[in-house]
């Protein structure tokens, strides 16, 4: 394939795809989750382990009483690569302002 097509097979890809990322992209972001809430940090946590098993991936919740939840989302390859993904599940704005 060339780089040209490529693209364009990308491209029709994430096309398809917008109005379902911009949807769930609403639907996280509308999760009030300020650092000093741990309600919604492991409510935000909870939304992206629910998203990630609806893809098959394996989820790891861990539990802080403190902080709130954090997750570890795992996607299974054929090869030998490996990448690494980290966010952080907390904002920096205070309830009632999402």
């Given at each position: 394939?060339?780089?040209?097509?490529?693209?364009?097979?990308?491209?029709?890809?994430?096309?398809?795809?917008?109005?379902?990322?911009?949807?769930?992209?609403?639907?996280?972001?509308?999760?009030?989750?300020?650092?000093d809430?741990?309600?919604?940090?492991?409510?935000?946590?909870?939304?992206?382990?629910?998203?990630?098993?609806?893809?098959?991936?394996?989820t790891?919740?861990?539990?802080?009483?403190?902080?709130?939840?954090?997750?570890?989302?795992?996607?299974?390859?054929?090869?030998?690569?490996?990448?690494?993904?980290?966010?952080?599940?907390?904002?920096?704005?205070?309830?009632?302002?999402?």
């Amino acid at each position: 394939m060339s780089r040209s097509s490529d693209a364009a097979s990308l491209s029709a890809y994430l096309e398809a795809r917008q109005a379902t990322y911009l949807e769930e992209l609403r639907q996280l972001c509308a999760i009030e989750c300020p650092t000093d809430s741990k309600a919604g940090v492991s409510e935000a946590a909870a939304w992206v382990r629910r998203w990630a098993e609806r893809r098959d991936w394996d989820t790891q919740v861990f539990s802080d009483d403190t902080a709130g939840d954090s997750v570890v989302v795992t996607v299974r390859g054929a090869g030998r690569l490996r990448a690494l993904l980290v966010a952080h599940l907390d904002t920096v704005y205070p309830v009632g302002v999402a």
